[in-house]
């Protein structure tokens, strides 16, 4: 059941603002007959657009040019309102949203991010996302400027790049379409932490870099050769599911021992109070491990151990430079990471040992969402290899047109459609990785405002 009433514009009207919008990125402030020459819109239908745009906010009145011509008032300009959101990522994680916004110029309007109990429904989960953006861009200025919405949420994505990895997905990329007025991408939300600490936060420069981010799932995100890898069905970075004992507890995903099981803050948590450590949650469990309580120094050790020897054969496979650890686990320190790093030293070929550094994330819980921003603005050399973003959506005024939810076949069975169009037997979709068109890409700005790199566990002297 919908919550909301979704504003209704009308697919060609949405179109001619999306040009005038994109004008106006492009070419800076412009009057209107440019614009109308630019656009090739009616001067009746300019002015529509332009009203609709400017009641909005997304345009404003520019400066007039300072020197005048001839007898007439110099011609009104109209530009991008500074204060309107440019892109919007928005990270879904199992238990809290995070926002991040950019503006015209991409710099980094504001971040927030709020907790939630886990299994909030989707429509709540999208509210409070909108609210956390009202609170970053004031009301209603964000509204039909937007560039884009890059969207994280947990798990792999089967679909090619429209969200439909089933039915509920579907049915949020629409629901955010409406709510946000942009295109809406989506992708697994921890590679977009990955993509965030490889643009700005602790990897940034590094062209190979493998990202762990250790939470409520743990997951992670592999940049190989300056590029942000997404993998086969969406599956790259799924480092918790490596299994890391083959008599361990059933994971979620229908194995057993997967990583996740062992070293997410759940599982953490439940094997310190089986050992007899009092606590129930994290900050209990911060303060016995500053307090060298020795159940808890005794378990991470353990944990730490499991995490390195993954991320040694991951180190093995892929050959990362730099190695990233994030999440609320690694933020218990050394006693957890010190473990780690001792772990990778020893399953590090010889050859690489002594290169490979670790290092803890920089950007904190909103890497995510800043991830989300980068992937919207598309501009990022990272996202070089992905697949290009489908064409603007129609808004519709119903319920999405979401694909058959075929589960029979699991996952990969998920239509998706769009792209492929072979008509073959197989609904798997074609994924459209050859066809990377070269386009112009803007670096991306530093952002002023975020934490500096934190210190580098070093690089190793020879043994
Ligand atoms: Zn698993």
Redesign the pocket.
């Known amino acids: 059941m919908r919550q909301f009433t979704p504003e209704v514009v009308l697919p060609a009207r949405r179109g001619h603002e999306q040009a005038v919008l994109g004008l106006l990125r492009a070419y800076g402030p412009l009057n209107r007959g440019e614009l109308s020459r630019r656009c090739g819109l009616s001067r009746t239908t300019l002015h529509d657009t332009l009203s609709g745009l400017l009641a909005a906010g997304a345009v404003v009145t520019a400066t007039p040019d300072e020197a005048p011509r001839g007898r007439g008032r110099p011609a009104e300009r109209l530009a991008l309102n500074p204060a309107a959101g440019q892109a919007l990522g928005i990270d879904f994680s199992r238990r809290a949203v995070y926002v991040a916004a950019v503006g015209v110029t991409y710099e980094i309007v504001g971040t927030a991010g709020e907790a939630h109990a886990p299994g909030l429904p989707w429509p709540d989960r999208v509210a409070l996302a909108e609210r956390l953006v009202r609170g970053l861009l004031g009301g209603g200025l964000w509204r039909r400027a937007l560039k884009g919405v890059g969207v994280g949420v947990v798990g792999p994505l089967t679909g090619a790049w429209d969200g439909s990895r089933d039915g509920a997905l579907s049915g949020v990329a629409a629901l955010l379409g409406e709510r946000f007025g942009g295109p809406v991408l989506l992708d697994n939300n921890t590679r977009l932490a990955a993509l965030a600490e490889s643009t700005w936060g602790a990897a940034a420069g590094d062209q190979d870099a493998l990202y762990l981010r250790l939470s409520y799932g743990v997951g992670g995100g592999v940049v190989a050769g300056g590029v942000l890898h997404r993998g086969a069905d969406g599956v790259s970075g799924e480092i ?2 490596v299994p890391v004992d083959p008599a361990g507890r059933p ?5 057993t021992g ?1 990583l ?2 062992v070293a997410s803050i759940r599982a953490v948590l439940d094997a310190y109070r089986a050992r007899g450590g009092q606590g129930d949650d994290l900050p209990a469990l911060k303060a016995a491990v500053e307090a060298r309580d020795p159940i808890a120094l005794g378990l991470l050790s353990e944990v730490g151990g499991q995490i390195g020897r993954v991320l040694a054969a991951l180190s093995n496979a892929i050959g990362p430079r730099v190695i990233v650890v994030g999440g609320e686990l690694a933020e218990l320190g050394a006693p957890l990471l010190e473990p780690v790093r001792k772990a990778l030293d020893a399953g590090a070929v010889p050859i690489s040992r002594h290169r490979l550094t670790l290092r803890r994330a920089a950007l904190g819980g909103v890497a995510g969402a800043l991830g989300g921003v980068a992937l919207a603005l598309g501009e990022s050399p990272l996202l070089s290899r992905y697949p290009a973003p489908e064409p603007e959506p129609e808004p519709e005024p119903g319920p999405a047109a979401s694909p058959a939810d075929s589960r029979a076949g699991g996952p990969a069975d998920s239509p998706v459609g769009r792209r492929g169009g072979r008509g073959g037997p197989s609904p798997r979709p074609a994924v459209g990785w050859g066809a990377a068109q070269a386009r112009p890409r803007r670096p991306l700005t530093p952002l002023p405002s975020l934490p500096t790199l934190p210190v580098s566990r070093g690089r190793r002297a020879a043994s």
């Open positions: 918790g599911h994971c979620e995903c229908g194995g997967c996740e099981t």
